[in-house]
């Protein structure tokens, strides 16, 4: 998160989706978001539920490369994961709760925070030239300029 404080105009949240935040206070956060970022897992699903200018960030796709590619593809957001591989660090071992057998969707990861702050701006860049972003802007200035007549 560190790594995301200093870029001008973005404000970064860390939000865990579990069973204390109510499911409509759930989506009104995701709803507005423009930049969702998460590793691979059910919390991903929420893109489903993103503005149309908005880009995906699978962080870790722990080898399941098409899954939330997909769902973005099926749902119109831009999807964003690791284009280098060597920047994603294994911590630990991550044992499957009921193999008992290490497994990639149940390991931590680190990553390289030079890569992820290019690709964090490669998406905030995307969202700021998406068509429908833009109009949205415009709209809002509209009604702030409207109101204050």
């Known amino acids: 998160m560190e790594v995301l404080k200093n870029i001008?105009?973005?404000?970064?949240?860390?939000?865990?989706?579990?069973?204390?935040?109510?499911?409509?206070?759930?989506?009104?956060?995701?709803?507005?978001?423009?930049?969702?970022?998460?590793?691979?897992?059910?919390g991903l699903t929420h893109l489903l539920f993103l503005p149309d200018w908005a880009a995906i960030f699978e962080l870790y796709n722990c080898g399941d490369t098409d899954c939330y590619l997909d769902l973005a593809r099926l749902r119109g957001v831009k999807y964003f994961t690791w284009t280098k591989s060597d920047k994603v660090f294994p911590v630990g071992e991550g044992i499957h709760p009921q193999l008992g057998e290490p497994h990639q969707k149940f390991q931590n990861y680190r990553f390289d925070q030079d890569e992820f702050r290019r690709l964090v701006l490669m998406q905030v860049e995307y969202v700021r030239r998406h068509p429908a972003y833009v109009m949205e802007l415009r709209k809002q200035k509209r009604k702030q300029y409207n109101e204050e007549l």
């Open 8 to 42: 001008p105009s973005i404000i970064a949240r860390r939000v865990d989706y579990n069973r204390s935040i109510p499911f409509l206070q759930q989506l009104e956060i995701t709803h507005n978001s423009d930049v969702f970022i998460g590793i691979h897992g059910s």
